[in-house]
């Protein structure tokens, strides 16, 4: 059974830290492309970031860029997002997900077949 589970969330003061980690398990993801999404109330799930099978090109949305790293681990078949400057319109539920065969990164949701339960990140303001 494939599993993709995040951790790492948590409450957290705007201007803070917090590293998301998505380990996943059932098949190997290091020949797949990786992604972070994220899910506010109210609003649809929004595109976060991607990191390409290697893990030499990666893509942010504009409103995390410079902010936020994601990085990969291949050995590991774990996923990293490193958010820095927290806002407080950080604040959602951040899902990984993986693709099942595509090797670039990917922006939009239906391109990814696997997703976490999710993991909650709420930054005070």
């Known amino acids: 059974q494939v599993q993709l589970v995040e951790s790492g969330g948590g409450l957290v003061q705007a201007g803070g830290s917090l590293r998301l980690s998505c380990a996943a398990s059932g098949r190997t993801f290091s020949s797949v492309a990786m992604g972070w999404f994220r899910q506010a109330p109210g609003k649809e799930r929004e595109f976060v970031a991607t990191?390409?099978?290697?893990?030499?090109?990666?893509y942010y949305a504009d409103s995390v860029k410079g902010r936020f790293t994601i990085s990969r681990d291949n050995a590991k078949n774990t996923l990293y997002l490193q958010m820095n400057s927290l806002k407080p319109e950080d604040t959602a539920v951040y899902y990984c997900?993986?693709?099942?065969?595509?090797?670039?990164?990917?922006?939009?949701?239906?391109?990814?077949?696997?997703w976490g339960q999710g993991t909650q990140v709420t930054v005070s303001s």
């Open positions: 997900a993986a693709p099942n065969r595509l090797t670039t990164v990917q922006t939009l949701p239906a391109r990814y077949d696997y």
């Open positions: 990191i390409n099978y290697v893990g030499n090109a990666r």
